[in-house]
Nanobody, 114 residues
């Protein structure tokens, strides 16, 4: 059974940085498409960044140049490095795996505020 557990969220000031982690069990992150999504209050969930099994990455326009998605195959973990954070980045961030079915983590809250 696939389980995704996010961590690393928190409160950060505008311009600050955070690194989110998504530890996977029951499946190997390098074999499947993975991604980070976020959902702000009152808004729909949106794609932030994705990485394919071959390593191709894609970013939402709003985070290009500020966020970096990566994975550590040895740790079976997906990461999202977030720099130059803005108040608009405030949301619950979710890890997603596409393995035929779609699997989601429980989410981690990121709040950008002074």
């Amino acid at each position: 059974q696939v389980q995704l557990v996010e961590s690393g969220g928190g409160l950060v000031q505008p311009g600050g940085s955070l690194r989110l982690s998504c530890a996977a069990s029951g499946s190997i992150v390098s074999f499947y498409g993975m991604g980070w999504y976020r959902q702000a209050p009152g808004k729909e969930r949106e794609m932030v960044a994705t990485i394919t099994s071959s390593g191709s990455v894609k970013y939402a326009d709003s985070v290009k140049g500020r966020f970096t998605i990566s994975r550590d195959n040895a740790k079976n973990t997906l990461y999202l490095q977030m720099n130059s954070l803005k108040s608009d980045d405030t949301a619950v961030y979710y890890c997603r795996m596409t393995r035929g079915l779609i699997y989601w983590g429980q989410g981690t809250q990121v709040t950008v505020s002074s």
